[in-house]
């Protein structure tokens, strides 16, 4: 097996490890959009996985965050990166450790815009990590769903645009992602409360962030319209699914959907 294929194939492995939801309409798309994406995703969970991890103090969170951010925004260097993080090797997981392999999966053609977007999407969660993730008031929820998920929207949307031209809206994209976001907020709520955190702006009750995510999964359903190419949107459509099928068990009392129902929704929409 060459080294490419090899690494190819490590990518994949790694994406079902790190994430079942993606891995699933990521593993459906053809070829060179599997390898695009699938090394896009990674790129960003890579920085997503410093954010979030609760073994790393605040102050060196923004180190490595702003470091990598910088890092991306040249020729990736990476004997500095390996020095940035080693550190930390023992406790950061696999995903993060290999962002450079994630890089070097990606195709030439669109790599600068995949380290772009990790890029800022860095800098926008250091800056998160400073505020200690204190959110007051809307604007904030929206800029901090920007950085951490709309983001993901808008390089999905110049891969789609590499690909074969597709062209979508940008702030769809952005929505796209934030309805994403919002879901995931409404399903860890509990557990981010006893960790100290809330994304709830003040004055805002559930209801508040139900509507939320609800306004930004409708704004999703109208990116998808500009879409013709039908791997792509066969991609779309499995998130989105399974988003407003959470969101529905939310409402219901429940804390998430089974997997039974992850592969009926995902059976009805690629049929």
Not at 22 to 40: D, G, M, N, Q, R
Not at 110 to 138: C, H, Q, R
Not at 188 to 194: A, G, S
Not at 225 to 246: E, G, H, V, Y
Request: glycine share 2%.
């Amino acid at each position: 097996m060459s080294e490419v294929k090899k690494l190819h194939k490590e990518a994949m492995h790694v994406l079902k490890l790190t994430s079942r939801t993606f891995y699933i309409p990521i593993s459906l798309l053809e070829p060179t959009l599997k390898k695009t994406v699938a090394s896009a995703y990674l790129c960003m969970r890579a920085i997503d996985e410093i954010e979030d991890h609760e073994m790393i103090e605040p102050e060196e969170k923004q180190h490595l965050l702003n470091s990598t951010s910088l890092l991306l925004k040249k020729e990736f260097d990476v004997v500095e990166y390996r020095k940035l993080i080693q550190p930390y090797e023992s406790i950061l997981p696999e995903v993060t450790l290999r962002l450079d392999d994630w890089i070097n999966v990606c195709p030439e053609g669109i790599v600068d815009k995949v380290k772009e977007s990790t890029s800022i999407m860095a800098a926008g969660m250091a800056d998160w990590v400073e505020k200690d993730w204190l959110i007051k008031t809307v604007e904030e929820l929206d800029d901090y769903t920007y950085y951490v998920a709309g983001l993901v929207g808008v390089m999905l949307s110049d891969i789609w645009k590499w690909y074969d031209n597709t062209e979508t809206d940008q702030d769809l994209a952005i929505a796209f992602g934030r309805g994403l976001q919002s879901v995931n907020i409404l399903r860890n709520q509990q557990e981010d409360y006893e960790r100290g955190v809330s994304f709830m702006p003040e004055n805002w009750n559930r209801d508040d962030m139900f509507q939320y995510a609800t306004n930004n999964l409708k704004l999703a359903d109208e990116y998808m319209k500009d879409i013709k190419n039908r791997n792509i949107k066969l991609f779309c459509k499995i998130p989105l699914a399974l988003a407003n099928k959470t969101l529905k068990a939310l409402k219901n009392g429940r804390e998430k959907i089974s997997r039974n129902e992850v592969e009926e929704i995902v059976a009805q929409v690629t049929k």
